[in-house]
């Protein structure tokens, strides 16, 4: 299973970017698929989560200027991010809770995606 996410960029403040995030291989199920981030120095933090019948959960900074979707045909989460702020500049991860195949088995995964930069400048 790979999570293989894009859309990070540089812009301005109060710019917007979206992030996309495709989910490939012997996937059986995914269940919640979220976005973290990590800025230089800090820990990683949630964003935003969805669950595969659609209900959100946002951290406080997030609501309001983010929103979270995805495809389930596709495997596919994003996010939109609006009125982006300096302190929004961090690596962005992907994040999946997948049921998948391999051997035969089926198993259970928290996968995670490479990472995208988003730096907003001020």
């Known amino acids: 299973v790979q999570l293989q996410a894009s859309g990070g960029g540089l812009v301005q403040t109060g710019g917007s970017l979206r992030l996309s995030c495709a989910a490939s291989g012997s996937i059986l199920r995914i269940d919640n698929m979220g976005w973290y981030r990590q800025a230089p120095g800090k820990e990683r933090e949630l964003v935003a989560i969805?669950?595969?019948?659609?209900?959100?959960n946002y951290a406080d900074s997030a609501k309001v200027r983010f929103t979270i979707s995805r495809d389930n045909a596709k495997n596919t989460v994003y996010m939109q991010m609006n009125s982006l702020k300096p302190e929004d500049t961090a690596v962005y991860y992907c994040?999946?809770?997948?049921?998948?195949?391999?051997?035969?088995?089926?198993?259970?995964?928290?996968?995670w995606g490479q990472g995208t930069q988003v730096t907003v400048s001020s």
């Open positions: 994040n999946a809770d997948v049921l998948y195949k391999e051997y035969g088995n089926t198993v259970a995964l928290k996968a």
């Open positions: 969805i669950s595969s019948s659609g209900s959100t």
